[in-house]
């Protein structure tokens, strides 16, 4: 039987051949949109064949898909029947938890300073004694000296000037003459910041006069066709030939379709849109621009670039104005990329006056402490526990994600699942306060071991203590009997799951700690801690600091900044100042690598007990 | 049957279906290599189908022909069958005549000095101790501050660096970074120089250190498939939705199998072609770049640009370093174009102490006068007799052509036909020798009118008198009969014909007194006078001199500079000096617009008798 993989889902299902793709997302537990019941009439239930062969389009599809869609290999899951293995990707899917965050939001600045301006220009007509060429004509009336008029303006430039009787917009981006529109446009200039995530790329459409976010969304990163993570892509691009090529097309069609859905959101000409400013790690950055990353994965981890880039749209056949303005915000390091400056610019942190730390988890953990007049930055590798991979019944926080877990010592265990469904697994802040919990309960000891039901305290209730139980993979807890899982399995934390979380967490505390020690400052003199990204966000901030995964900070002074990074892009997008301020971070910043220094080892083995 | 028409040899032939295009050609009288007799194993009888079915490619064809011929549309004539009417042009056709020019040649520049240059840099390795990104290595140890490297560069720069150990060779284009080669290859850099001529377009491939000629090679132009002169392509680009895309496209594909011979025939490869320098009349330069010509036409001819424009290879698809540069020269106005300036550079007009006229004559005649500081020019419209169109008998300068006429009135006519063939028409050199001849010997009077058998001077033989001749069309006079000719017609010149010359010479040298009267001077001062192009360098002086195509002057001032347009490309090519030199012209040369001038129209009239 042929096998269908739901990419975004990470899901495989046996369906026999024929089948739809409809039933295959079925049997896979996936829920699709598919208002009509499979006839092919309500166009709800887009998918995008990434591998295999999805068939001639049906007369349904040519209806309800557009042929650069059809292009792309998108299909209605309804009328695409399985022959062969493929691999499908469910674009737009939203995160389907309802979770909602108390972010820190972070502050618009005060004036909206676009790069781009509009200038509305009436030129003279050409007469017998006035012949100058189109050009001239129009560099002459302009408001600055030396612009230069690319091919692709000029192209087009005699029939623009005519058509509105020679009244023209002239568009500049940071001071570049980008196009020239027939009559006054000067109402109407929009543009992007999109942060291009290793899983999920967000974008906004940004009005250039208010600041105003017109629209936000977000779509698996297509990428991960060629790996989960930046480390097998990286792998794939350099092995494959065309590889590189391969991945910068699917980032780049990833962020055509955000594109594509944040105009069709809006109503937003794609020519009236003149700028994107991107942020992603240093991988994604690459990637995004076509450059070899093969140096980037291995010691000494060079990157090929780490400034800020800067190129026409058209270079990278984004669906804006082709000749809008792309701008990749500077990296620090290999492993510290655009995106944590994005986070550094969102929290200040190059003006901040009191000492303050910032933190993104992910794979890596990238830590900022800023204060003094220094700023130092480092990066450790903290597993991909967090993110759920690698602990026995680890998923991402999506629905059935066991996301809280209370202990009461004289009563039982008490779950909070996403959506409230029957649990299927447990996700990342879900188990950073189970531990926090088993610790509290002395389910676990400070080594991170497992008592048993003998061993455990005994003001332990007897329900509790049946949930210590032992199978081929060691001692577990129980977290969900079987009875009450979505798949009829017991949901434990294992012996090993918490082995990866405390190297995870020493990773992450021993980077902290060596920051302070560069700074020569104690723990407490840390005035404000931002914990950035999805799981920065999610977090129990009380179970990071029982667990040692933070110092022993005051909780009040911790707080979670959600996509900081992105909010940095937003801030460079709308403000010049701001956008001037990260290209001096690179030069700035001082970035330690960890994976050299003997002390980092040190403090790294005395942060695994908890 | 279908119709064959071969665009380079202005012919038409029916055939039967099934036929090959070798027989077409043969049918046509059009010679084409064929050593092995049509049995496909040559690949000498290369056609480049350009409208019409011209079926798949055999065996043979994919033997012979590369891929990206195959996808230009060439055919082995004798293998392709003609199924439909078409359209061949025999790429690659040299003039098949034999006739040698005394051009004065341009010298060369004393000194060679490309804006291409070369750096041979040791970079030193990263090391824990210096993780700079590769971009910044890079950059730091260049010779010039304020460098940026583009993307294409940055995509493969970790592997450059380090395919030679961190030996690299950085070019620069005008202190830009344009690319950057593994370990050394300083000892070779090339750049090329095109003239766009409307019919035929001439390349050399220059040797950037020496400033050696490495080869030449001319080609049709493919545009002419949408017109034999500018004007109906411009209407043909300006009427079709995407013609201008359509000539860009035609006029790039010349361009590239122009290059593609050059670097045949001289082993070069592409990626050591770092420069290339164009010119051409307005109207081929706005093709070329992808402008909207339409305002070039029409009064008041309104170009969309004349100075000089630079952009990257890629952004045309031209088969040289994709990052390498090109550079359109400058233009005047919209009918003295980038040639002209060529022109100007190779005679030194901008230099000259003396007073120096310079003429390039075609359908338009562009005449340059330089002296006490000024330079005028201007366009006048000489119309096609001087390129033989319009003409009863007319032809170009090619195999079977009159080039000159000798008529002594004792005896009879002598004629030197080009390749010394049978006579199949005239060319303009060869119109105006005949037409001095007519004046001398009294064939004609002054007014342009034909004398007969009867009014004709006394003194004339019998024989010459037997050649006044009456047809339908009028009064002509015979210069082969038809025992003689190719095609077994009697070879005339009509009434009309001499009307036509006069029409054209008229304008010239109404154009050439026209800048005489804004300079303030007489002929008389005129120190030296250059005519370039195919018709000026082929021209019988004292003829000029005797219909009064030229001024009074005497005939030792009067000099030939062959192709001075790409003289003068190939200048710039090699020397940044004599490139610069060019940028400055727009802007100093002083262009008069002959239609808007009464006293242009009295001129005019005034020159139209012998």
Chains 1, 2 share one sequence.
Request: aromatic share 6%.
């Amino acid at each position: 039987m042929p096998k269908v993989k739901f990419i975004s889902h990470q899901k495989e299902v046996d369906v026999p051949a024929g089948k739809t793709l409809l039933y295959a997302a079925a049997k896979a537990e996936i829920p699709i949109d598919s208002v009509c019941g499979g006839k092919g009439t309500c166009g709800k239930c887009k998918a995008m064949v990434i591998f295999g062969d999805r068939g001639t389009p049906t007369a349904a599809e040519r209806e309800h898909l557009t042929p650069e869609e059809i292009e792309h290999g998108f299909v209605l899951a309804c009328k695409c029947h399985v022959l062969e293995d493929m691999v499908v990707e469910l674009p737009h899917k939203k995160d389907s938890s309802n979770r909602k965050t108390a972010f820190v939001h972070i502050k618009q600045p005060e004036v909206v300073e676009a790069s781009i301006e509009k200038y509305l220009i009436k030129l003279k007509r050409p007469t017998a004694k006035d012949l100058r060429p189109d050009c001239d004509r129009l560099l002459n009336s302009l408001p600055l000296d030396g612009l230069r008029v690319s091919r692709e303006v000029l192209a087009t430039l005699p029939r623009v000037l005519r058509e509105k009787s020679f009244n023209i917009t002239a568009v500049l981006a940071n001071g570049k003459l980008i196009a020239v529109e027939p009559g006054d446009t000067t109402q109407r200039k929009f543009g992007l910041a999109v942060d291009l995530g290793t899983t999920t790329v967000v974008g906004s459409i940004v009005n250039l006069y208010s600041g105003e976010i017109m629209a936000t969304s977000a779509t698996a990163n297509l990428q991960q066709a060629y790996g989960a993570d930046v480390v097998s892509r990286i792998t794939y691009a350099v092995q494959q030939e065309q590889g590189i090529e391969q991945l910068q097309n699917r980032i780049l069609r990833t962020v055509n379709l955000l594109i594509d859905d944040l105009l069709a959101q809006t109503k937003i000409d794609k020519f009236e849109v003149y700028e994107l400013i991107v942020v992603g790690n240093t991988a994604m950055s690459h990637f995004f621009l076509g450059v070899d990353p093969a140096y980037l994965a291995a010691p000494p981890f060079i990157p090929a670039f780490t400034g800020p880039f800067s190129l026409r749209a058209a270079e990278l056949g984004l669906g804006m104005n082709p000749q809008g303005r792309v701008l990749v915000l500077p990296s620090i390091a290999g492993y510290v990329g655009s995106d944590m400056v994005g986070v550094m610019l969102a929290t200040n942190m190059d003006q901040r006056k009191d000492i303050s730390l910032a933190i993104d988890i992910g794979t890596n953990g990238e830590i900022v402490l800023a204060g003094r007049g220094r700023i130092f930055v480092c990066s450790t590798a903290a597993g991909p526990a967090f993110e759920g991979a690698q602990i026995k019944y680890g998923m991402r926080a999506a629905e059935g994600a066991i996301e809280s877990v209370n202990i009461d010592s004289d009563a039982d265990v008490q779950l909070k699942v996403i959506n409230g469904s029957p649990p299927r697994g447990i996700c990342g802040s879900g188990l950073i306060k189970a531990i926090a919990e088993f610790l509290k309960a002395g389910i676990i000891d400070s080594s991170g071991r497992f008592n048993n039901a003998q061993t455990a305290p005994k003001d332990l209730s007897s329900r509790l203590k049946e949930r210590f139980i032992k199978r081929d993979d060691g001692a577990c807890f129980v977290l969900a009997w079987g009875r009450e899982s979505a798949n009829g399995d017991n949901i434990v934390i294992t012996q090993k799951d918490i082995r990866m979380l405390q190297l995870s967490k020493a990773a992450i505390y021993a980077g902290i700690n060596i920051l302070q020690k560069e700074m020569g400052i104690s723990e407490s003199e840390i005035n404000q801690v931002f914990l950035s990204g999805a799981f920065g966000s999610f977090i129990d901030i009380e179970s990071a600091l029982v667990t040692g995964l933070l110092p022993k900070i005051p909780a009040e002074r911790i707080v979670s900044v959600g996509n900081a990074a992105f909010d940095g892009a937003l801030l460079a997008l709308i403000s010049k100042t701001s956008r001037t301020r990260t290209f001096f971070l690179p030069g700035v910043v001082e970035h330690l690598e960890l994976s050299t220094r003997v002390d980092f080892q040190e403090e790294f083995v005395n942060a695994l007990n908890f």
